[in-house]
């Protein structure tokens, strides 16, 4: 099935810095998991040399499991916060209403 690109036309045009700027706005953690997983990855290149005795795959390893820490990290705390706002502070606001 071949469609005609003359008929679609996209949302939204921009570009990947305005994409997530726009993230950024909307979920504020995604671009900490973003932050945290390039300065990891970036101390983890820094210290490759000085890295001893220690096998280069462990080293790896140990640096992609602190990358996906950062990450795993930042989506809990997304996502925490979002249930505290969207139910724990609605519910306290319905009951001071009532």
């Given at each position: 099935m071949v469609m005609d690109e003359s008929q679609w036309v996209p949302e939204r045009?921009?570009?990947v810095s305005t994409k997530?700027?726009?993230k950024?706005?909307?979920?504020p953690f995604v671009p900490a998991g973003i932050g945290g997983f390039a300065l990891v990855v970036a101390y983890g290149l820094y210290r490759?040399?000085?890295r001893g005795k220690m096998k280069m795959s462990v080293?790896?390893?140990h640096t992609r499991m602190a990358a996906q820490a950062c990450v795993v990290g930042a989506?809990?705390?997304?996502?925490?916060?979002?249930?505290?706002?969207d139910y724990l502070l609605k519910r306290a606001a319905d009951r001071a209403q009532k």
């Open positions: 045009e921009g570009t997530l700027l726009q950024a706005g909307a979920a490759l040399k000085a080293h790896l390893i989506i809990t705390l997304g996502a925490t916060y979002t249930v505290y706002k």
